[in-house]
């Protein structure tokens, strides 16, 4: 017999989608999680399927509970991961990525600075509960009571989880650029035309550029820090490494840069920009977290 929630729950992917990459940082993990939740759901029988009133609240349940576990997980696996890691990157803007409309032009975080990499970033040094009770609520929305499901704590807990956790995005914000995409411009330029002023003018003194490879792809291995080493790094780069071709694209819903190697995407730029100048440089060059970018 035909599931007669069929069209909610095949309306649920790329919800959940977007849900999970940003709780685990990981579009590949992200897939795995909602092709779980769906083995889940037609794990159970047609008569218990039929006692879900909510089919999307039940599946974002199961899924946020996944997500919580390979959270749990997830610092054993860095132990072993070779390097820094760094959020896998992904390509375009926040529509693109299916994400939803916000209805409250009032709410604390924005769905493109929710996907942007420093904001991933500032999440991947949150704990389990932190993340997921403050993204499930700031950034999609959902009652305490709702998370308090997920997480298995009262709602009062979640809300303080939530709390902490806005403290840490607040102090770590940075004030926005009006700018990013002429300066992400005027970097790539100056990168290729090994331009040492240009490029010490458009970095912060105290900027940090790190790398992930996961030992799969060379690169720096320890992050750089200070704008004069990262110039010293970039024309260095420039200088000896194989001769690519530097793209604009947009990256986790921010300008950002690319570079291309024959057919092939062999690096991700992503960039955080303080006060019109460039504080943070992330270089993804692990392969595997470049398949969106090569499919």
């Known amino acids: 017999m035909t599931d007669p929630h069929l069209d909610a729950v095949i309306g649920e992917r790329r919800q959940l989608i977007n849900l999970a990459y940003r709780l685990l940082g990981s579009l590949a993990e992200a897939e795995d999680v909602v092709q779980e939740t769906y083995t889940r759901w037609y794990a159970l029988t047609e008569p218990q399927r039929r006692e879900v009133s909510t089919p999307g609240a039940w599946m974002t349940t199961v899924a946020g509970r996944i997500c919580l576990d390979l959270l749990g997980s997830a610092r054993a696996r860095r132990e072993q991961y070779v390097g820094e890691w760094i959020p896998e990157p992904v ?21 493109d600075e929710s996907l942007s990499m420093a904001f991933l970033v500032i999440l991947d040094a949150m704990t389990p509960a932190e993340r997921v009770a403050f993204v499930l609520h700031d950034v999609f929305r959902y009652s305490f009571a709702e998370i308090a499901d997920i997480l298995g704590r009262t709602p009062a807990a979640c809300r303080q989880l939530a709390s902490s956790a806005r403290r840490r995005v607040d102090t770590a914000r940075p004030l926005p650029s009006t700018r990013p995409a002429e300066l992400i411009r005027d970097f790539k330029t100056a990168w290729e035309t090994r331009d040492i002023t240009a490029l010490t003018r458009l970095l912060d003194p105290a900027a940090i550029a790190t790398a992930d490879s996961g030992g799969l792809a060379p690169a720096f291995r320890d992050p750089i820090i200070g704008g004069a080493r990262i110039v010293a790094a970039w024309l260095e780069i420039a200088a000896r490494g194989p001769r690519v071709t530097l793209l604009e694209r947009v990256v986790n819903g921010q300008p950002g840069l690319v570079a291309r190697l024959g057919d092939a995407i062999v690096s991700v730029y992503a960039f955080e920009i303080a006060q019109d100048r460039i504080s943070r440089i992330w270089v993804i060059r692990n392969p595997e977290k470049l398949r969106a970018w090569t499919d």
Do not use: K
Request: glycine share 14%; no cysteine.
């Open 91 to 111: 390509p375009g803007h926040p529509d693109w990525f299916g994400g939803p409309t916000p209805t409250n032009p009032a709410d604390r975080v924005t769905l």
